[in-house]
């Protein structure tokens, strides 16, 4: 079974520049999560989709990021305009929670390195 | 207000010995406890979980403990081996699924 993935592994970019990560789920997953993991910190959520709806993003600064998820399938995260303090690594996870199935374990993509200057 | 805390930012133990990793947590709402393990440039992987129903969960080498009373939860690993090291993440969930609070993380480092 093919894990969660991740593209790039790596980013750096100026700030004020925009920035796009993708992310692919574990077939079947229902639920998608991106996270924020600034070093030395644990991972922080940004948002959660099941299938293509928002059920949470509460923490998404929602000035300068979005999320979509479309088809239910793959998703993005964009940056923009990237400021210093986002340098962090962001984590896609996936579950199979769906209506009626909770589901607490989550998989991890390698996550991306984000370098703002 | 952190709600899911791990005091220890680092453990050394000798290999063969008991490695004990410790997780507090301040919201009663939480139900459902997860311990993650982290190697460098990869994502954390599911490693142990326990409901708040039980007090004890094993799965060979690692087993959590849950003391509800004191908002406790404790990670053994015995033997502990050089293939432990690693950083670990407790996690905590509520009822109402999906959204997990994550510690700060413990780096566990095994010495042959």
């Known amino acids: 079974e093919a894990g969660v993935a991740q593209s790039p592994r790596y980013k750096i970019i100026e700030k004020r520049q925009s920035v796009a990560f993708w992310c692919n789920p574990i077939s079947g997953h229902a639920t998608l999560y991106w996270y924020q993991q600034i070093l030395g910190q644990g991972p922080k959520l940004l948002i959660q989709?099941?299938?293509?709806?928002?059920?949470?993003d509460s923490q998404l600064p929602k000035d300068r990021f979005s999320a979509e998820r479309l088809k239910g399938v793959d998703s993005t995260l964009k940056i923009q305009p990237a400021k210093l303090e986002d340098s962090a690594v962001y984590l896609c996870?996936?579950?199979?929670?769906?209506?009626?199935?909770?589901?607490?374990?989550?998989?991890f993509g390698p996550g991306t390195r984000l370098t703002v200057t | 207000d952190q709600q899911v805390k791990q005091n220890s930012p680092s453990l050394s133990v000798q290999e063969g010995r008991i490695s004990i990793l410790n997780c507090d947590y301040t919201n009663s709402m939480f139900d459902y406890f997860l311990w993650y393990k982290k190697y460098p440039a990869e994502g954390p992987t599911f490693l142990i979980s326990i409901s708040s129903i039980k007090d004890k969960n094993e799965d060979g080498r690692f087993t959590v403990f849950l003391n509800k009373s004191a908002k406790h939860l404790s990670l053994h690993i015995v033997p502990s081996q050089p293939g432990d090291s690693a950083v670990y993440f407790c996690a905590a969930t509520p009822a109402v699924a999906g959204k997990s609070t994550f510690g700060d993380g413990t780096t566990l480092t095994v010495k042959p």
């Open positions: 989709f099941q299938n293509n709806g928002v059920v949470d």
């Open positions: 996870a996936s579950s199979l929670g769906r209506a009626g199935l909770i589901s607490y374990e989550q998989y």
